[in-house]
Every structure is written in C-alpha cells, then in structure tokens.
C-alpha cells in the first residue's frame, strides 16, 4: 500500500503548521483540565437549615466543609464580612472596609500589603462581593474596584507553600496571574435552581521556594 500523499499545503515533516502553531500557545495559555469537587447547595440541611448560599457565605455548611481544611496557621480574611471561622489552632486576622463588621482592620483589600509584611500569612482567603448588584443589594454598595488589585496586594502576603482561596463567580484567581503560583483546587458550588449561576472556589498555591537564608 502506498503512503497517501501530502496535502498541498502540508507543513513539512517536524515543523508545526500556522494553524497547529497557534493551537499549541492555546493550549498553553490555559489551565491543565484537573478534577473539580462538584457540591450542590440549596434546598435544607437535615436538621431544617437553609443550605442555600446566601449573603454570608460562610455560613452555609458545605461551604465551610470545603474552605476549613485551608484555614491553618496565620490566615488573614480580607472580605471578613459577618462570619467567624472558629478554626482550633488558627490565627486568623480579620478585615472588612465596613466599620460596622467586627473586624481587626478596616481596609480596602487592595491596600492590604501596605499593612503587613511579606510572606506573613499561610492563608488569604478573598470572598469578595461578586459583582456590583450584590454589593449595592447585600453590602452597602461596598466593593473590590479591582480584584487584579486586591490579589496583587495579597499574593505578595503569603509564604512560599500557603494558599490564596478565593470565592466568586468564575475561577481566574493568583495562579492565572503570576508566575510560580498552582492551581491545587477548584470547586464548583452548583446551586439549587439549574439556572442559577454556580458559584466557584478555587485554591491557589505560591509554589516559589524559600531561599536558603
Ligand atoms: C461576601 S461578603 C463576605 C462574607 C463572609 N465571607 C461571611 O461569610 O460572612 C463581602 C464583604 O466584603 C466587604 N468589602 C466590600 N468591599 C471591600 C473591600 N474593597 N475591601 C475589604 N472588604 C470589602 C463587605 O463589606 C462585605 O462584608
């Protein structure tokens, strides 16, 4: 049998064609398809409970399920909104721009690197408002501008191996932004009505090695 014969406009043998060449930069640009965690939230617990994501999102069970095992060591929650993370052994800073919320500062996440030094926390957790209709409904009209921002601020706060964990509408996050962060983690909170929008969580790991002091 006889080899079919090139394509005209083939490329030659061990070089990509245009059109693959594109493809391969792609695929590089995005994220390595990984398992996500699938929960569904909504409807009740079994003691009668709302299990619905609401406008304190840690107080919904398996939310906090999820985000728990990532609260360890010093852990700064920059959207600290009403919830309190009782975590044994955690030493967790809390801010919030709100005055009102019980919070240990009251700062636009943005700025929070000019409060701390680098590499001082093993955990950021970022649940901000997700977008303008929930902050002007749900918290005063209070809102991140920028999140491009407030991760920038926050990446350069947390220590070679911990964690940035961030709550929101769609998955972009540290890792999509800087060099030497992973994606450890994503799940999908899929909400009771099929037509609601899911909410994400992912898991961001600064993968960069300590230098040998
Ligand atoms: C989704 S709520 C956080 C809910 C919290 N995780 C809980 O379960 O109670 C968002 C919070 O971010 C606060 N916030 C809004 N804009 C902020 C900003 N730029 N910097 C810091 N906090 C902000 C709001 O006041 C609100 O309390």
Request: a negative charge.
């Amino acid at each position: 049998m006889t080899a079919p014969s090139a394509a005209p406009n083939a490329a030659p043998r061990g070089r990509l064609s245009d059109l693959s060449r594109v493809w391969v930069l792609e695929m590089r640009r995005c994220e390595p398809v990984t398992a996500a965690t699938i929960v569904n939230v909504g409807g009740k617990e079994p003691d009668g409970t709302p299990s619905a994501i609401g406008r304190w999102t840690f107080e919904t069970k398996k939310v906090r399920d999820e985000l728990l095992p990532h609260v360890r060591g010093n852990v700064l929650n920059a959207f600290a909104g009403k919830t309190k993370l009782d975590v044994n052994g955690a030493d967790i800073v809390r801010n919030d721009i709100n005055p009102e919320r019980d919070a240990d500062l009251h700062v636009d996440a943005a700025t929070l690197d000019t409060e701390f030094d680098e590499r001082s926390f093993d955990a950021v957790i970022l649940d901000p408002p997700f977008d303008q209709t929930q902050s002007d409904e749900h918290y005063d009209g209070l809102h991140a501008r920028d999140m491009g921002d407030v991760r920038k601020a926050v990446a350069s706060l947390v220590r070679p191996g911990g964690e940035i964990v961030e709550f929101g509408w769609s998955m972009w996050g540290a890792a999509d932004y800087f060099d030497g962060w992973t994606r450890d983690r994503r799940v999908v909170f899929r909400r009771g009505i099929p037509d609601r929008q899911p909410v994400f969580m992912t898991v961001d790991r600064n993968a960069q090695r300590r230098l040998i002091e």
